[in-house]
């Protein structure tokens, strides 16, 4: 065999290393993420009436690929995005591919015409998971907050007024 294929025939076998040696520390196709959407969502309420008890739903999945916390909290604002009340907040932990379901009541004690439910998550996230200790970096895009919202209208009763002749 010639020197010169033998350096030609090493040169490409060292390439070939490198190349998979560099394919190696690239994450395939990982896509962190969370997913927050409203159970039954065509059956939420669209309008309601004051001091009358109404409940939702509320789905958190973990698709990060690690351990988060999650903080979330639920208020009502009218039309002028101006806070009316908080419903709830709380934080819970989630590993990866796991879900939780919070279930939540409200109740409009003033009047408001037409409100919006909002749902706010943010996340924490625990730990390092193994796709990021190769060659990961961070995008610039990722959010730490995300949330949903869904909208009522406060239905007024008629009233009849009755006054003397």
């Known amino acids: 065999m ?12 060292v390439i070939v290393l490198a190349f998979l040696g560099v394919l190696y520390f690239i994450p395939l196709g990982i896509e962190p993420l969370t997913e927050l959407y409203l159970e039954n969502h065509t059956s939420l309420p669209v309008n309601v009436y004051l001091n ?9 999945h973990n698709l990060e690929y690690q351990k988060v916390e999650y903080g979330y909290s639920i208020k009502s604002f009218d039309v002028n995005d101006i806070l009316l009340f908080k419903i709830d ?15 939540e009541d409200y109740i409009f004690n003033e009047p408001f015409n037409r409100a919006k439910l909002q749902v706010k998550i943010t996340k924490n996230l625990i730990g390092t998971p193994e796709f990021k200790r190769r060659l990961w970096w961070p ?17 007024v009763q008629t009233k009849i007024i009755i006054t003397p002749d």
């Not at 010639?2 to 076998?13: D, E, H, P, R």
């Open 139 to 155: 995008d610039p895009n990722y959010p730490t907050e995300i949330d949903i919202h869904f909208w009522v209208d406060e239905i």
């Open 2 to 13: 010639n020197v010169k294929m033998k350096y030609i025939l090493i040169a490409g076998v």
């Open 52 to 60: 009358k008890t109404y409940n939702f739903s509320f789905t958190t």
């Open 89 to 103: 907040e709380g934080k819970f932990i989630l590993f990866n591919n796991e879900s939780k379901t919070i279930n």
